[in-house]
């Protein structure tokens, strides 16, 4: 993984970088690749489509096929599974993924009216609705439902600000006070300044083997235990219910089966906290607390470093930053360093099985992946 925030290389500078860092790590060269799948969702804002050649070419495989995946905000956790299928398929033995994102030199109003795009444009977008505004809907919903209060929406971005103060790699490196989310902006209400992610650049790239290379290859590994992905309805004025996405959950269910393993035996996640309501309903979603108990399970510190389930160590998305098509692979990253022991002033001690839960837009794609540790 890069360091996220803002950067001065191009995107494709930044993905071929990162993708060389995780092949040095994996112990092979880049010549043992089979096949690349890479995420670029604003490469447009670059003058540039079409990414896989070019990246391929860079780490000198361009003879390799490519393809590149856009699935929103969840862009690089579908290519995950899309290599995923592939080895388990037999098809391939050794596959890149990789995604990243260069989004500062668009400032706020150009990239919230880009990212706008990856809403339903012609009844959300085109009438004036914005990312904020979307989750900012939802975050009413669960607030009148369940009472969820706007001092558990700030537990949320505290814990992650404060989780990003232990990560190296992280965008805001900033502590963050109950009066400073307080007095901070309104962005669309209920959310504050520190509701949200900001707009970051920056890389993450994972090397993916069938486990008879991977063992060939070196001791240290992490399996993948389960790769679901699973769909909601695209628009939110079609949804039945605003307090839940259903597609997380169907692909946490799926993700929990494939695994043979249920909520309780996750010892640390990486959650899609777009928004820090987001975050709350995803654990709600995920089966790690009741319906309407998220909120409250922040508040008690029952998701921090040390609680007895973590949440977002990284920083999450609020704080270690949202480069779009870095975020699944970044999410990835994390729970390899975690599993692994390696994860420094973050680690979540004894943490053997982990969760990335990843999601694109209000939740139309969403993508769960479950990581163990090999024994
Ligand atoms: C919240 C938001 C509107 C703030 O934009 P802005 O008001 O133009 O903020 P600026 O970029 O001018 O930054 C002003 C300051 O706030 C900080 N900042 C910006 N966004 C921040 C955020 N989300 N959280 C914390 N700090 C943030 C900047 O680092 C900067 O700090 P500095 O003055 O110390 O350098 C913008 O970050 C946003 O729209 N985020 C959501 C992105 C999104 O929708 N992603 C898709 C999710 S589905």
């Not at 670029?40 to 070419?57: C, D, K």
């Not at 232990?166 to 307080?182: D, F, G, Q, S, V």
């Not at 290859?217 to 699973?230: F, G, K, Y």
């Not at 480069?323 to 004894?350: C, F, M, N």
């Amino acid at each position: 993984m890069s360091k996220f925030g803002k950067m001065n290389e191009s995107s494709r500078e930044s993905i071929a970088a990162t993708s060389m860092k995780a092949i040095e790590d994996a112990g092979i060269s880049p010549g043992e690749i089979d096949a690349s799948f890479y995420s670029n969702a604003f490469g447009v804002t670059e003058s540039q489509l079409h990414i896989g050649p070019l990246i391929n070419s860079a780490i000198g495989i361009p003879d390799k096929p490519s393809l590149s995946v856009e699935s929103a905000c969840s862009s690089s956790s579908a290519a995950l599974n899309e290599a995923y299928a592939h080895i388990a398929a037999g098809l391939e033995e050794i596959c890149l993924v990789a995604g990243g994102e260069k989004l500062s030199h668009l400032g706020t109003m150009s990239a919230t009216t880009y990212f706008a795009m990856g809403s339903d444009f012609r009844y959300e977008a085109a009438n004036g609705v914005t990312f904020p505004g979307l989750y900012a809907s939802m975050a009413v919903a669960h607030m009148k439902k369940f009472g969820t209060t706007q001092d558990m929406l700030a537990s949320v971005a505290i814990k992650n600000h404060d989780n990003a103060l232990k990560n190296p790699l992280a965008h805001l490196h900033k502590k963050l006070t109950r009066e400073a989310y307080m007095e901070s902006p309104v962005v669309a209400y209920p959310f504050h300044l520190y509701d949200c992610c900001p707009f970051s650049d920056g890389a993450a790239a994972v090397v993916v083997a069938s486990e008879e290379r991977a063992r060939k290859i070196r001791d240290e590994v992490v399996d993948i235990a389960a790769s679901e992905r699973a769909g909601t309805t695209a628009t939110l004025q079609d949804r039945e219910d605003l307090t839940s996405i259903a597609g997380a959950a169907l692909a946490g269910s799926r993700a929990y089966k494939a695994a043979h393993i249920g909520p309780e035996d996750i010892d640390v996640a990486e959650v899609h906290d777009c928004f820090t309501i987001a975050e709350i309903m995803a654990t709600e979603d995920l089966r790690f607390f009741e319906k309407g108990e998220g909120g409250r399970a922040v508040q008690d510190g029952t998701t921090c470093i040390g609680g007895k389930l973590p949440v977002n160590p990284s920083g999450g998305l609020k704080a270690k930053g949202h480069p779009v098509s870095a975020t699944g692979t970044a999410q990835i990253h994390e729970l390899y360093e975690q599993l692994l022991g390696k994860a420094g002033d973050r680690q979540v001690e004894g943490a053997e099985i982990g969760l990335a839960h990843n999601v694109g837009a209000t939740g139309g794609s969403c993508s769960v992946h479950i990581l163990k540790r090999r024994r």
